[in-house]
Every structure is written in C-alpha cells, then in structure tokens.
C-alpha cells in the first residue's frame, strides 16, 4: 500500500521495501514484549515506530503528511 505515495517516497522496490519495513517493524514490537513490555506503554514508542519507517522510506526533502 505503498504506490498511493510513490510521490513522496524514495526511488526503491517499493514491494521490497514493504517488506523490509514490515518485518522490521514486527521483530521491534516481538522484541518490546519479550524484551521490554514496559515501553509498549511508554508514550512514544508508536512515533518512534513511526519516525523509523518514515525516514526509511521519504524521499530527501519530501514533506511529511
């Protein structure tokens, strides 16, 4: 779901970078409730999730919906 914000996103595989992020993505929230279930209540933590996967995928000096 990606392509709707091809705009804004940077030349990539976009089917491979999905990927990337998604698994990237369950292997931190697996490792935050075996590891650290005590930062799945801290109050950043899903604009951290966020901020990972924006910077992953914007494009240089693409603004940020």
Do not use: K, M, S
Request: glycine share 4%; net charge negative; hydrophobic share 55%.
């Amino acid at each position: 779901r990606l392509a709707p914000h091809a705009a804004a996103l940077r030349e990539t595989d976009l089917a491979l970078a999905g990927f990337i992020v998604g698994r990237a993505l369950e292997e931190v929230v697996h490792a935050a409730v075996v590891e650290r279930p005590d930062v799945l209540e801290h109050p950043r933590f899903a604009e951290e999730l966020t901020h990972l996967v924006v910077a992953y995928l914007r494009r240089e000096g693409a603004a940020v919906a």
